[in-house]
C-alpha cells in the first residue's frame, strides 16, 4: 500500500518537530506511561473504521524523544485509529529492547492464545474507549467478559472517557475486576470549580474503589487557559496526584493525536510535572514506581 493512501486530516497538527529541553530532571528510571506509535501507515495500515487519519509517528521517533526528555521507559497506548489491529503497537515493543510495554484493543472473539502472544509481547492491559467522537463503544457485558479473562495474565484495564458520561458509566466502572487506569483524569470540564460536582464524582469514584489509578495527563487537551503553563489544569491534577500518590500516572501523549488548537511542546509538558508533583517523593511515584508496579512489576525488588 503506497504512503498516498493515508492522507492526515487536513484540521490535525503533527507533533512538535523540536520540543524544548526540559528544566526539569526526571528521577532515574522515568516512564512516559501514556503515549502511542501511529504506522507507517505504508507498513501498518490504519484502520478502516478509524474516526481520524494521524500523521505517522513511528517508534523510531518515539524512543528518540524518550532519551531527549530524560524518560527510561515507555506505555504505548492502542489508538483507537490503529483500531482492534495492534501490530504497529506490538512491532515497537518488539524492538523496544524491553523499555515499552503496551495497552491494546481487542475484539470480543480473541482468544486465550491471542491474549498469550500479546503477553509474550509486552501488554500489560486492555483499553475500553467510551469517546464516541473516537469509536463504538462495545456493550458493558462484553467488556466485562474481556476485563474478567485478561485477569488471570495480571493484566488491567484502561478506560477512557469524558466527564459528563460519568453519571451513566460510575457503577459499571466500579464494577470492573483487577486493576483500572483512567486515562487524563476522566477529561473534566477544567472552567467548572475543581471542588465542584463534577469533580467531585470523579473523585469518589477513586475514594469508592482503591483499585482504579488515574493518568494526570493531558493539560494540553482540557486546558482553556492554554500553553506552556496549562495552569487551569493544574489544580485538577495537583489534587488528584495529592489525595491518591499511589495511584497516579503521567505521560507526554505524544504525538498528540487530534490537537486542533495548538502543538503541544513536549518539554514544557515535563516542566509541568514539578508543579503537580511538588515534592521528589511525589514525583518518584508518579514516574517510576507507580508505572513499574503495574507494567514491570518483575523489576521491583
Ligand atoms: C489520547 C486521546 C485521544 C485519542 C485517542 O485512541 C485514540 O484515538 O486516545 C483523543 O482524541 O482525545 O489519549 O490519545
Redesign the pocket.
Known sequence: MSESTFQMDQDWLVFHPSPSLPAFASPPGAVDA?C?VFGPGDVFPYAAER??TPCDAPKEKLWALRDYLGFERNVI?????HGTDNRALLDALENSAGRARGVASVQKTVTDEMLQGLHDAGVRGI?F?F?T???DALPHKILAEIAERISYLGWHTVI?FESPDLPQLYDFFSSLPGTVVV??MG?PNVSLPVNGAEFELFLKLLTDNDNIYCKV??PE?LSNTGPPEYSDVLPFAKTVIEAFPDRVLWGT?WP???MKTHIPDDGKLVDIIPLIAPTSALQYKLLVENPMNLYWPEEIH
Not at 77 to 81: F, L, P, W
Open positions: 501514556h502511542h474516526k481520524y497506548v492502542q489508538a483507537t485509529c483499553r474507549n469517546v467522537r473516537l469509536v477512557y486515562d487524563h477529561r495527563s493531558c487537551r501523549d498528540h493525536p487530534n
